[in-house]
């Protein structure tokens, strides 16, 4: 039996088929899983994200801590509850993992990290904290993501009516907390909505709430179509500590400026950019008949890649894959599964975000 959320019986009681995820006991899918991500893509559905581990930081050096320990720059965060996206490397620019960080108020950030990297992350962030004499808290909440374009609206119904009319006039990346409630205007599935926090013991009596609400549970299935969809990596999938930002598509989360920042990983990072990374990730959809999926082989003029998350999209109705390939790939590649080498299309992700596919199909 892996550890269990505040949700676990609440998600038996909606028979939910449970696995193994990272240790916990989570929910996969409670019935269809292709209806699940149509939901999120149409209306409005939820998912159970209270394995995430959630850290406050504080202390008067916590803003600088949070410079030198991160590769995108928390000194863009100047109103409280404004959000940044992020890597946290190594030495050698390799990814430890990657987050989101929020600025509560001076003296106090908040970081949501992923589950099965929960052990390792304090660890490094222990072995960078001392010099800086910042304080490490883990919270234990629960936290729901309710998603989709009418997500905001129905979610907004069941929250504390002070804090209804502020949740809505959240722009995005941004939190507000009152009545013991964080909620915060992110997601993982390129549709608009909510993360919720709440306090542990009053988690199962929200998802209640929020399905009278006509909010659908959705599982583990839809929630990796649905951020796949949107080209969102995976980490230990996309991008792992053998891998770069740069090599991960995720250049644009990086604050070179100001060039005295020295954050860690910024040498190696810095030495890679200016040789020029040798690979890059794309984005493929099968032109032939089969389906995507992770380690297969992918073939091309420039030499040979390999695809990082692969599955079957329900809103293009075809089989896609984000891919990390050598740098001069063109448009055409092929993909070996099962010893046949398929046709596949490279394009530019995401493929489908806000309720609609971004790619074209031929």
């Known amino acids: 039996m892996g550890k269990r959320t505040s949700l676990y019986d609440s998600h038996v009681a909606a028979g939910a088929r449970m696995v193994d995820f990272g240790g916990w006991d989570m929910p996969v899918n409670y019935g269809s899983q292709i209806d699940e991500h149509h939901a999120v893509r ?36 100047k109103e409280p509850g404004k959000a940044l996206y992020t890597c946290m490397l190594n030495n050698q620019a390799g990814i430890i993992d990657d987050l989101i960080v929020y600025f509560m108020r001076d003296g106090w950030f908040r970081m949501v990290v992923n589950a099965a990297t929960h052990d390792k992350d304090l660890a490094w962030i222990g072995q960078q904290i001392e010099p800086f004499g910042v304080k490490l808290t883990e919270r234990q909440v629960a936290m729901i993501a309710v998603q989709g374009p009418k997500a905001r609206e ?12 502020h949740a809505l006039a959240l722009k995005p990346f941004s939190a507000l907390e009152g009545e013991g409630l964080f909620v915060a205007r992110t997601g993982y599935t390129g549709e608009d ?30 929630r990796d179509t649905l951020r796949l969809e949107a080209a969102m990596n995976l980490y ?5 500590e053998g891998v770069t930002p740069l090599e991960s598509g995720l250049a644009w989360t990086i604050a070179w400026e100001p060039n005295d920042r020295d954050f860690v990983g910024r040498k190696a990072l810095t030495a890679q950019r200016d040789a ?24 091309s003029e420039a030499g040979e890649g390999e695809i990082t998350s692969g599955t079957f999209s329900p809103t293009l109705d075809r089989s896609i894959a984000l891919a990390r390939v050598p740098v001069a790939t063109g448009e055409e590649v092929q993909v ?16 489908a975000r806000n309720g609609k596919a971004l790619v074209s199909i031929k």
């Not at 998802?207 to 549970?217: D, E, H, I």
């Not at 070996?336 to 493929?351: E, H, M, N, S, T």
Request: hydrophobic share 45%.
């Open 276 to 299: 020029g990374p040798r690979r890059k990730l794309v984005g493929l959809v099968l032109e032939d008949k089969g389906v995507l999926r992770g380690h297969q082989k992918v073939v």
């Open 42 to 77: 149409s209306d409005a559905g939820m998912f159970d994200v209270s394995h995430m581990t959630v850290v406050d930081l504080e202390g008067p050096r916590v803003r600088d801590f949070l410079r030198h320990l991160l590769a995108n720059d928390v000194a863009k965060l």
């Open 336 to 351: 070996d599964i099962r010893g046949k080498l398929l046709k596949a299309r490279v394009v530019k992700p995401p493929f």
């Open 193 to 222: 909505g909510f993360e919720i926090m709440f306090p542990a013991e009053e988690g199962a009596a929200y998802w209640k709430k929020l399905m009278a609400a006509g909010v659908k549970p959705a599982g583990l299935g839809a």
């Open 154 to 165: 129905k979610a907004a119904s069941v929250l504390p009516a002070s804090l209804r009319e």
């Open 236 to 240: 230990g999938s996309d991008m792992d």
